[in-house]
Nanobody, 124 residues
Framework: EVQLVESGGGLVQAGGSLRLSCAAS????????IGWFRQAPGKEREGVSC????????YYADSMKGRFTISSDNAKNTVYLQMNSLKPEDTAVYYC?????????????????WGQGTQVTVSS
């Protein structure tokens, strides 16, 4: 059974940092897309960042460029999202997801497996 477990969320003041982790079990990153998405109350789920496990290519939504960094440790089957200079508008539930044997995509409908999410709250 494939499981994705996110951790690292919490409450932080504006300008602060958090590091999210996404640990996969029952699955080994091979030629897959591992994405981070977020969903704020009353809003649609949006793509944050994605990394290709095959070549390490990384992608960021425009509002995250320069503030967020995605990385992976394939030996640990874990993907990280380092979030710096956080803003109140970054407040959301953050999810990791895997699109098996596919390139990175911003469409959440393409992804095959999802974690349960971790809450990030940024206070002003």
């Amino acid at each position: 059974e494939v499981q994705l477990v996110e951790s690292g969320g919490g409450l932080v003041q504006a300008g602060g940092s958090l590091r999210l982790s996404c640990a996969a079990s029952g699955f080994t990153f091979d030629d897959d897309a591992i994405g981070w998405f977020r969903q704020a109350p009353g809003k649609e789920r949006e793509g944050v960042s994605c990394i290709s496990s095959s070549d390490g290519s990384t992608y960021y939504a425009d509002s995250m460029k320069g503030r967020f960094t995605i990385s992976s440790d394939n030996a640990k089957n874990t993907v990280y999202l380092q979030m710096n200079s956080l803003k109140p508008e970054d407040t959301a539930v953050y999810y990791c997801a895997v699109d098996v044997e596919s390139p990175c995509s911003w469409s959440p409908f393409r992804y095959d497996y999802w974690g349960q999410g971790t809450q990030v709250t940024v206070s002003s």
